[in-house]
């Protein structure tokens, strides 16, 4: 169940982390309401990506 919950916050801040950053660098989903917003939103997925794996890592 763990290394379930791993994978799929992996996989979900990752999508998170590109919608985000397709939002910055071309406006597309969200028409880049605010910069500011897509940059933490990026920053914050990037960190919750880079401690799934890291947890999914202790797990094996």
Known sequence: MSK???IASTILSAIIFLIFLLDLAAGIPF???NAL???IFVLCAGGVAALSVLSLRQQK
Do not use: R
Request: with cysteine.
């Open 37 to 39: 917003m897509d940059i």
């Open 4 to 6: 379930f919950l791993c």
């Open 31 to 33: 028409g880049k309401a």
